[in-house]
């Protein structure tokens, strides 16, 4: 697949590749996505305990990830765009369980 950034947008992510947030624009790319994933995927942020919880482990994955793709331990596009998708279809799935039950 093939994606054509606006100017803006590569703007953005070459200035945190030059300020050593990511180690590579694909780098930059992958972490927007897959914040862009799970504001698409989540219901309206709450304060409930669960919520809570659910957004601390959130961010620590996420700086955990920062830490490894400093360090270059990263994937291919490839196969991020797989796993995510597979993650996507099971949850598609587990939906469609639960809602065949009520």
């Avoid at 799970?38 to 994955?61: C, F, G």
């Avoid at 920062?66 to 331990?73: F, K």
């Avoid at 291919?76 to 796993?83: K, R």
């Amino acid at each position: 697949m093939q994606l054509t950034l606006s100017q803006a947008q590569t703007q953005i992510l070459e200035t945190l590749v030059k300020q050593g947030q990511y180690p590579s624009l694909e780098e930059a790319l992958n972490t927007a996505l897959l914040l862009l994933i799970d504001e698409v995927a989540l219901p309206e942020p709450d304060n409930s305990p669960e919520y809570l919880i659910w957004a601390e482990a959130t961010r620590q994955k996420i700086n955990a990830a920062r830490e490894q793709a400093r360090r270059g331990e990263v994937l291919e596009v490839d196969e991020v765009l797989t796993q995510l998708r597979a993650k996507v279809q099971t949850a598609k799935a587990v939906k469609a369980v639960k809602a065949a039950k009520v």
